[in-house]
């Protein structure tokens, strides 16, 4: 039942993507519209489009590193300057919701609506429909993989059952490719405090959290996974956790034997093995 | 009335096991079976026997380790093939529960019922019966031990007051091995993060997880004690998690004086011992 | 929309401010006032100004270093004294509430009441109006700008945007100088517990907090920022706590391109610059 | 109003001591009496008495180290050996209330009758009544000082303001020595998780907290202050933590100029400088 490791181009060892969640002030107002009147906490989120993400462009670019950006249509909207900056840098936009919803318990017919109301915000501001998606809180339904194909969508980042990309069967024979994700690979159990939304008032040091991903990245590179970091521009993107960042990206990035690569192009590869299908497998209520 | 420190085998001057709890999907469901809808946060909990008891059983079987992995009877049944992999590598399998379920309030004849389900499945899946116990969440229930010493159990391993393993004492003069734990050498506290069901956010990185579970072994090696980590392999089988392990295993085998051992042998050793029982001792209400 | 690095005087490259938010019992009055029966919680709050006060403001002393302290204006009616010290040594006194009010969700004549009446008070204790204003729990309502503007205050100190300070557009073409905080430079977060009001329980040691407001300062030096560090007495006025801020201390004035400053003096700094003002964007409900 | 630091005995520089809450199972049953029904935690609690007061009865007595030992009356009638075994090593027995109550909202005759039942259970197991107190929680009322006085109370350890001892003023002239203690020198804060009753689910390594630990003796030592450490046997009772424990007694006994002792030889040594009374000040409510 385990997820076999999958072939890498070019006699790749592993492959490595570092990931930005450009949440903003999405992840507090799809939670609470009211949070829309707390100005601080408003200019926290905005934090990231403003000011992080212009460092961390530059920053990739410096490193020639090609990244895959999740975008709430919302946010799109928002700063459709910031998109199109993403955009001309050379990276994927992907979908990430419209106001970062909460998935948990929405129905099918609620989730298609969000789904396209986010694919009409990207396709309109980056001017081309994005073929990646990742849960808003990683929380994805077990009708969302049919709506993402449904939609087009090569592929889904929200999955945590496998350290290796694979094709997850979608109902009706259909496929999806999963490119999986995990929550010590995430900044935001790491920096992330917003009072009143998010958070124990734990703050770590960049020290530590790029400790953890750098061991988390030599053991995947061991097994031959692809290791997939997640960052928000808003937490980040402040001086010295982007600094720290850029250490690791060095350090990967000094193995000759990594392809680093945006989740667009480690799809295609995966779509292209031709891997046989493999579902994830739902609890039936009626054994507990 | 405290706990005298037990003689080891082959003049060993303490007892080390590393035991795994395969919660699996059970943790959640047990609690609310509702988490069932969440297809990410069901994968999360599947990467337990699908990715990591996998690399964990290859792990044990390098150092040579025999160990015990507590099974929750639902997910024995949901990952038969898991679990008969783990008896082929020479490990035991031990009962937690059928559901995962919180055992704080049941009843005993909820508890007796909860057991029996365990054992039936147990059973069914492992092919024989189960000697040892370790209650879900830890969380054992005055009336436990009997119905524990009923069903033909020779150990539990719930209990916290001691450093050392011991005969405690059950109505009408029985007897039940107690292998005592702790929950500073568990890795639930340090890794686990689950979005509206456990954790804070904060996940630790190994490096911290490993010092202090190090410095744990050491201390009750020079007290002769029974040192018993508890990893989950949701967590603990993560690809830098399972390499720190596997230099704690290295670390603890490195001791010539260390008898490393499943819990299962631990038990039949201190039963061997002949050792008078001992009761843990209920608050009266009535002193209150 | 980003924010432009302001040019410092003396071609410093970059501007650092050690600002102290002087709450004392405020923080937990202005939360519950029934926290006034809890004569330990008392105590522990009114270490701040009894013993932490006294202790940095000789640090500081001995360091040359001007600051900023926002006072609640309670904490100023309840300790002269310790206002007048602050004067005495040339640290700037600065409005923050008058029991350091939660501001979420009060109206424009609500904070318009608080605001005055802090006033008020710290124009009595400390003989001269603030021109400084610091949201309690830095939370500022998208009406506390204006309000602010009309009171003849120079600078807010409350949001978190950008690494620069920049003038405010304030409705009716005026402005106000807004000097950038965040949550990673604060010591709430790593040393505050207070059973039943504030904390998950963590206590960091002063070496991680001082290891991330030096890692962030290093970074937000290379940007040409203003890096704004907040403590509390109550908290950093700690025996170790102050010990390893005056590390900090020392290490930031090592640095010979460094303008270490009073908030006002930043704030008269860069109104002199005369930059157009720019606006903090409220979310559009109706984009949801 | 701050507090001078008092001179020390024999021209010591600082006064030390290592205090112990003997909470055990009074913690949780004062907070809820149904946790009774919890063997696991009662266990938990009860590795105190049973494992960590021998251990650490053993660890002073190799240092020659006299402490104080602060039992609430419940756990001294429910463990009266535990209790008389630490008179024998020449130790403080002090009064932590009869149950661990949380003393929040308790009124005067409430608290008086927690108080003398606490005392005759004491000086019934511990065969003398003790001359010192530590409100449970560290939850001093405002009526606790005057009711301590008036039951012959040498001293108060539970107060926060300063970091020396000094005189505390008590209604109608009288006055009670006050020794402070802080949130940042108690292990539980670091160590202690019960699930459903205490802790976020974190637990630190040794290293940290002593880290912490050594950092503020260093600085209370420069202070000439009095450094006062809680432990809770069922917490640092533990293999690694009693040894981690022991380096940093051998580190403060390593410097000459430290006066290690018990709370109640520095509270006999305060009272007889013949200091003047100060007052802890209740916020006035009229002022907000």
Chains 1, 2, 3, 4 share one sequence.
């Not at 519209?33 to 410096?62: C, F, N, W």
Request: proline fraction near 7%; charged fraction near 25%; aromatic fraction near 10%.
């Amino acid at each position: 039942m385990t997820v076999a490791p999958v072939p890498w181009p070019n006699g790749a060892r592993c492959a490595a993507s570092f990931t930005f969640d450009v949440d903003a002030e999405s992840a507090l107002l799809g939670v609470d519209t009211s949070h829309a009147d707390r100005m601080s906490v408003i200019s926290h989120q905005a934090y990231g489009p403003l000011t992080g993400v212009p460092r961390l462009l530059k920053l990739l670019a410096e490193h020639g590193v090609t990244s895959t950006f999740f975008v709430p249509g919302y946010t799109a909207l928002r700063y459709p300057d910031v998109v199109r900056a993403i955009v001309d840098h050379g990276h994927e936009i992907a979908h990430h919701g419209y106001l970062h919803e909460p998935m948990r318990g929405k129905t099918e017919q609620e989730e298609a609506a969000i789904l396209d109301r986010g694919l009409d915000a990207l396709e309109s501001v980056a001017g081309s429909r994005p073929v990646g998606y990742r849960a808003p809180m990683w929380e994805l339904n077990w009708h969302s993989p049919k709506l993402l194909h449904d939609r087009g969508f090569l592929y889904d980042s929200s999955l945590m059952d496998t350290d290796h990309p694979y094709e997850l069967a979608v109902p009706d024979g259909e496929r999806l490719v999963e490119i999986p994700i995990q929550w010590a690979l995430d900044d935001w159990e790491q920096y992330c405090y917003v009072p009143e939304f998010s958070g124990s008032g734990l703050i770590e040091s960049p020290v530590k959290a790029i400790q953890m991903w750098k061991l988390e990245f030599d053991a995947m590179r061991a097994e031959g996974a692809s290791w997939v970091l997640t960052n928000h521009p808003f937490l980040s993107g402040r001086p010295s956790r982007a600094r720290a960042l850029d250490g690791l990206i060095e350090y990967v990035r000094s193995h000759d034997d990594v392809w680093v690569a945006s989740l667009r192009e480690i799809a295609s590869h995966v779509r292209s093995l031709g891997l046989a299908p493999r579902s994830v497998v739902r609890p039936d209520p009626a054994d507990f």
